[in-house]
């Protein structure tokens, strides 16, 4: 082979190998620049307030800082689709949810594809409802909630925060599980339900730690089950649905986040990395436990657990929302 041809062959060669190596130096470089979390919600919610306790923890693994950013509207979808539509160079990431990565994946038409346009991070926390009763209800358990419920058919009124949402959601999960019929009263937010449920206006709510276990405590409600495999560090006392008979009637809204599909295995594998270590800090633990968000084993803050939950939570959930015909409010 003559010298010019030699050469052409070995820049040909090295050219092609230019794309792989800039990818491996921008990993390594990774990052060199603040980085921007979005947040599909308001400021100030507990949802925007973990964000922010997340991303602080993250700042010591990645030695640049993470500034939030407030992108509200359209139930979330404007910023999940900022993020969708974003550079994958692992500046821009997506703090989202439950209710952004599944429920509007069935209920929206949406100009992104909750599972494809997206890297999965890391899973962050969920929090297991509970299923509250008013005082006056003459029941003291879940049996004896769903034996009341059948013997009184589209009696009772069970308050949610509107169609899709997860206080409606469970309720549908209930009715479906135990062939009970009860009516869905919407109200703007938990804790106007709340005080319906303790006046004893409506008879009963799927609800969250934070909103019913002070009223629990303080003796104006009564709950009957936590919806999840485990009971919830938060009120130890209270049974699983498993322990009460209705095993595998699960709600638990949980947090994640995801990156630009696209974005770098080595920076994906940084930002979790990062979370990791901001999950294991004692201080940031406790701060979750305060408002009772509940961490998963390490084995579950995998990029790849991420990926196969997320995918699980929508074979779960798209059916019994498309069954129950949810629509766009």
């Given at each position: ?16 190998t230019?794309?792989?190596?800039g990818?491996i ?18 400021a100030?919610?507990?949802?925007d307030?973990?964000?922010r306790?997340v ?6 693994s ?13 139930a ?10 974003a550079?994958?160079d ?7 949810a ?6 509007n ?6 100009p ?5 346009d ?20 003459p029941?003291?358990d ?6 009341w419920?059948?013997?009184?058919p ?9 169609a ?31 005080q319906d ?8 709510m ?20 936590v919806?999840?495999k ?42 979790n ?5 901001a999950?294991a ?18 084995e ?25 015909n949810?629509?766009?409010e």
């Amino acid at each position: 082979m003559n010298l010019p041809r030699r050469r052409f062959l070995h820049l040909a060669a090295t050219a092609a190998t230019l794309p792989a190596a800039g990818r491996i130096a921008q990993a390594q470089g990774y990052p060199s620049r603040p980085i921007t979390m979005v947040v599909p919600v308001s400021a100030g919610g507990a949802m925007d307030t973990l964000a922010r306790i997340v991303a602080e923890g993250m700042r010591a693994s990645l030695g640049q800082p993470i500034i939030v950013e407030n992108v509200t509207g359209a139930a979330g979808r404007i910023g999940v689709g900022r993020v969708a539509s974003a550079s994958p160079d692992g500046y821009t990431l997506s703090y989202a949810a439950f209710a952004t990565h599944v429920i509007n994946g069935a209920v929206y038409a949406l100009p992104y594809d909750v599972v494809e346009d997206f890297e999965s991070v890391a899973l962050i926390s969920s929090t297991p409802w509970l299923i509250a009763v008013k005082n006056g209800l003459p029941v003291n358990d879940l049996k004896g909630l769903i034996a009341w419920l059948k013997a009184n058919p589209d009696k009772a009124s069970a308050g949610t925060v509107g169609a899709g949402s997860p206080s409606h959601l469970g309720g549908v999960l209930l009715q479906n599980m135990t062939g009970t019929r009860f009516q869905f009263v919407p109200y703007r937010g938990n804790a106007p339900a709340m005080q319906d449920l303790v006046g004893g206006q409506i008879d009963m709510m799927i609800v969250d730690p934070v909103t019913s276990l002070p009223q629990l405590r303080a003796g104006r409600i009564k709950v009957v089950a936590v919806m999840a495999k485990s009971r919830t560090a938060t009120a130890p006392d209270i049974p699983t649905v498993d322990e009460a008979g209705s095993p595998g009637l699960y709600i638990a809204p949980w947090q994640a986040i995801w990156a630009p599909k696209g974005t770098p295995r080595d920076i994906v594998a940084k930002l979790n990395q990062a979370v990791v270590n901001a999950l294991a800090d004692p201080a940031i633990r406790q701060k979750l436990a305060d408002q009772s968000y509940e961490i998963g084993p390490r084995e579950e803050q995998t990029p790849e657990y991420l990926r196969a939950f997320h995918k699980a939570e929508i074979e779960k959930w798209w059916p019994i929302i498309k069954a129950a015909n949810i629509k766009a409010e």
